[in-house]
């Protein structure tokens, strides 16, 4: 008997954030929002493992692949930007959130 995988919706929507992963498309509260290509993938991933934590390692893993990294300040260039991008107050975000000294996470 063959073994079926389930696929995951190719939308995903928590909170404000709207995704479409093979559109490569976000909306925040309904409206389009641009993203980088980083910035796009470093969203997905937030979403993807929504309410846990999400290593700074393991971000830069997925999101750079090995390439060259750069430090890890480039990180956190991405993560600022996609907070002006999709938080109604990039300062106090609700939504990508710090998770000191570990990552971060994204809240619905």
């Known amino acids: 008997m063959p073994v079926t995988v389930p696929e995951l ?3 995903l929507t928590l909170g ?3 995704i479409d992963l093979s559109l490569r498309t976000t909306e925040v509260r309904g ?3 641009d993203l980088s290509r980083k910035e796009f993938d470093l969203l997905a991933l937030l979403i993807s493992e929504s309410g846990h934590v999400v290593t700074r390692v393991q971000c830069m893993d997925r999101i750079w692949r090995g390439h060259a990294k750069g430090d890890s300040r480039t990180l ?3 993560v ?3 907070r002006k991008k999709i938080e109604l107050d990039p300062g ?3 939504h990508v959130l710090t998770v ?3 990552g971060y996470r994204f809240n619905r």
Do not use: A, N
Request: charged residues 30%; contains cysteine.
């Open 16 to 18: 404000p954030v709207c």
């Open 76 to 78: 956190d260039t991405h």
């Open 9 to 11: 919706p190719s939308r």
């Open 80 to 82: 600022k930007r996609l």
């Open 31 to 33: 409206t389009p929002v």
């Open 100 to 102: 000191r000294g570990i």
């Open 92 to 94: 106090h975000p609700e």
